[in-house]
């Protein structure tokens, strides 16, 4: 299972471990987002050494390529993607919900034409259970209904029911599997909250997932639109709503504002594709805002992406040497400002978990917003 | 500069070690192709625990962009690639007669332009030189005229003599810079041999070049449709031909046949795109023939793509993972399908140097021939 140990609380903060069958990680942690089988471009060896300790998977990808049931045939998503650490996997939800191929939607199911040939899928939340135990990760996620952030309320209310319900629905599938997933490993079930930017709607549902006490529980249909100051009312019932011993883990979030604001609020993981997408976009975060590496500026410049740190990129590629990989379309550009971006999110998680054992967070978030944010080089470039 | 040690002889192959300014490789060596200043997809770590030891940069994908003197001022070729390991250049020849933007050629320069930007280049020979030193290789190629494979012995001849004329003006240029480039270290300078498939003009081509007392000699307009017997021909002269103590470099070869049949007949250095191009096509190399890793059969298959190989790979994916990557069109299957063939590579140069030094490459390369081209595997997916 994956259990939370909080070691350290500073405010509403949480520094902790998190046991999964695949080893420890400490929290709060950031998972990199390997849509399908893969975080684009880099191999798990190198994941790991940009400080990589726990990724996520897109099940909605892979049960239509190269399926579920070939994953489980190859060993399980750990021995697919060459990945020893502990892996989450999500429902598949938020992408049939988000993309253009929802047909259908009712208290049975989600049924929606595949991106790759086509086909209907019906995708129930006992088969998204099925789909993740085939997979096999440390952590699947109930199927939940993420309604847009325009949504009006009556539509997010019966999100919340419908959500609410398919959460017994999923539990029950994954107790009649004693929870162990395809490899013989225990695979940990996370409820969903909804609620959209409504305080009772999001303490209902909080309520009817806590009913089921599950092994650990997520804030879904945040970051969707609803502003950073909306997300910080949101955030700010979870440590009532929520027990202080489980695990909690909001989703699709990677902004650094907005995760320091998370972190402030109490929750303990997070995943995003920015850091990836970004790269690939030559686009470098760094703790004195973001260099956008094509810049012509850059041509000629002999330092690192950032002098203060010490990832492969940085040791080894100069700015002038990053643009030109761009510029020329090699690989490697957007493989170099990845790993980067990525050793970028590990060291400012494992700061975000120091900063709590100083008992001196909020302090110390308010000046590394203001360096990121409103820094000469970040203003001058992004 | 770079010194070729020759350690064993057996028959006219041989066994040694070339020292550089940045360290010595065992010969013989295969070098993979850094087009545009890199090696496609790969970072120089995986490079290096892939075996690689030596690498060819393309000058006229260099020279047009980022330019040489961008290069230079981002430190030199190595600083730039990451690359702390020997590299050689080519002159930038054989890319401007291949491609189509070829304007003229006379005696005094090849007349081309840029596919970047379609600017008129004029490259002369002592131009040719001063890019190569701005970039700063280990070594670096003469800049010769490259006609193509089915040109008439007229056009050859008039190749060679031209060639020979610009190696003494490229030697001139080369020695008026004390053969240093841009980083303060020596660059070592190689003529290259032409004169097609015709055995007299191969000898003059030589002859005219060993005048010229150079660090090392390359066979160049070999592997452009001659077929195979032709070429073992025209390297049969080789051995006569060429100074036994300077390193000998055919140019552009990469199968595994003709790299055998060149080690026989006396050549120490390789440089091919064939691993990482069909690599990036799915297409392995193994000791058993090369499989086509886009094929159906392969979607459940749990084996390493190679159960014989020890690389990052194989120690880590299933053909079926990296089946599903391609698929996908996830940039980690091309990566990982060139780690191995660049291992693969690396290790069949390792067994040649054992056979060497167990004096029976001849009977080694044809039972590995034998395997390789005719196994069950290789005829099956090839």
């Not at 225990?186 to 930017?197: E, K, M, S, T, Y």
Request: proline share 5%; glycine share 10%.
């Amino acid at each position: 299972m994956a259990c939370l140990h909080v070691d350290t609380i500073d405010g509403r903060a949480r520094r902790g471990v998190l046991t999964t069958p695949h080893g420890q990680v400490e929290t709060p942690v950031f998972m990199p987002v390997g849509t399908a089988g893969s975080v684009k471009g880099l191999t798990p060896e190198q994941l790991h050494a940009a400080g990589v300790r726990m990724i996520l998977g897109n099940t909605y990808h892979l049960m239509l390529r190269p399926t579920a049931e070939v994953v489980a045939r190859l060993g399980g998503l750990h021995a697919m993607m060459g990945w020893a650490g502990p892996i989450l996997t999500d429902s598949g939800g938020f992408q049939v919900f988000s993309l253009e191929h929802l047909r259908k939607i009712d208290d049975e199911a989600a049924t929606f034409t595949s991106h790759v040939d086509g086909a209907t899928h019906v995708l129930t939340p006992e088969r998204a259970t099925e789909i993740q135990l085939l997979l096999a990760p440390d952590v699947m996620m109930q199927l939940d209904e993420c309604p847009p952030g325009d949504a009006p309320r009556r539509q997010v209310a019966v999100a919340v029911d419908r959500s609410a319900r398919w959460a017994r629905r999923c539990r029950n599938r994954w107790q009649e599997a004693h929870g162990i997933g395809s490899t013989g490993k225990p695979v940990a079930l996370f409820g969903i909250q909804q609620g959209g930017v409504h305080a009772d709607l999001r303490a209902e549902s909080a309520r009817r997932l806590v009913e089921l006490d599950l092994p650990g529980y997520a804030v879904g249909g945040l970051s969707v639109g609803e502003g950073h100051e909306a997300m910080c009312d949101v955030l700010d019932g979870l440590d009532e709503q929520l027990p202080a011993d489980k695990p909690r883990y909001l989703m699709g979030v990677g902004e650094p504002r907005d995760i320091l604001a998370a972190v402030l609020r109490g929750v303990d993981m997070f995943d995003c594709v920015m850091p990836t997408r970004n790269g690939r976009n030559a686009q470098a975060f760094t703790w004195r805002g973001r260099l956008r590496l094509r810049n012509a500026r850059f041509t000629e410049d002999a330092r690192p992406i950032d002098e203060a740190c010490t990832c492969y990129a940085c040791r080894n590629f100069s700015r002038g040497a990053v643009r030109h990989l761009f510029m020329a379309k090699e690989m490697l550009g957007p493989i170099l400002v990845s790993l980067h971006n990525l050793a970028f999110f590990a060291e400012f998680m494992a700061a975000v978990r120091q900063a709590i054992s100083a008992g001196d967070l909020r302090a110390t978030a308010d000046r590394w917003i203001e360096t990121m944010y409103a820094g000469a080089e970040g203003a001058e470039t992004d």
